[in-house]
């Protein structure tokens, strides 16, 4: 009987599992919709900003035009649907939470947007300049022509805008784990050294082959880190005064009990 009850406990679990991730991809289709409409405006804008200027870009094949519109839908689907899942990520766990910890974690939701679209302008505005103007600078010093296609110039932008803009959730995905009682400063400061090899690697990884390029990567992610950490002892110190203000109550209705 238990183990019935067990199997149907999963059963459930999993149709839970499916009905968030039907919702999300419901809202991706529809925020890919809406992209292409926002695709030809955000594309004037790319192709019209400082750092594209001087560049002719070629399309080498048929598809690469709609290619890049595709590429853009993406990005802004992207952008409209992450904060849903993180918000369906809540729902789901929420269940096995307890009424302070689902409050905890449901404030941090609406942040999840605003972090992306801070690490969207500095990775744009700051990291992929200065990749640019290193390969440009090789280029010229090579002495070789400069022709572009439009594909490669878009995945050499989307390449380095994505992975710098998701990475500026990691504060804010700590606070969660945190809050989910995932994770706790006492076990990130142990992490310390492995994830500033992790985080070391990754900006390395998006960026030219350059010294300057790399460090000016390095840290703000290492920053971020230890802002990460930061964040997760004030959440973690705010879980111990809620567990310990839950035991003196108990206490002292345990106490009422014997007297009475």
């Known amino acids: 009987m238990t183990q019935q009850m067990e199997e149907m406990s ?26 292409f409409f926002v695709a030809d405006p955000v594309y004037q804008y790319l192709t019209k900003a400082e750092s594209a200027k001087g560049f002719v870009l070629h399309a080498f094949s048929f598809w690469d035009g709609i290619g890049i519109y595709m590429k853009i839908a ?10 849903f899942t993180v918000y369906q990520i809540w729902k789901f766990v929420s269940p096995g939470l307890k009424p302070r910890e689902r409050k905890a974690t449901l404030k941090y939701v609406p ?77 990130l400061r142990k992490m310390r050294r492995v994830s500033y090899f992790v985080l070391i690697f990754i900006a390395v990884v998006i960026t030219p082959p350059d010294f300057i390029s790399d460090l000016l990567v390095m840290i703000p992610l290492l920053l971020l880190y230890e802002i990460s950490v930061l964040l ?14 839950i035991e003196s109550r108990y206490v002292r209705a345990e106490d009422k009990k014997h007297v009475g």
């Open 10 to 35: 999963i059963t459930e679990h999993l149709s839970e599992l499916r009905k968030r991730l039907i919702y999300v991809l419901s809202i991706f289709v529809l925020g890919l919709i809406a992209g």
């Open 74 to 83: 993406g990005l802004f689907s992207l952008i409209i649907t992450l904060p």
């Open 111 to 187: 942040y999840v947007f605003l972090l992306f679209l801070t690490g969207m302008a500095f990775s744009y505005y700051v990291i992929f300049p200065m990749a640019l103007a290193f390969t440009t600078a090789i280029t010229e010093k090579m002495g070789l022509v400069e022709t572009y296609g439009m594909k490669q110039y878009f995945s050499f932008l989307f390449g380095i805008v994505l992975p710098v803009s998701l990475l500026f959730e990691l504060p804010l995905l700590i606070m969660f784990l945190t809050g989910l009682r995932i994770l706790n400063p006492i076990r």
């Open 232 to 245: 997760s002892a004030v959440v973690y110190r705010k879980q111990l005064a809620a567990d310990e203000e």
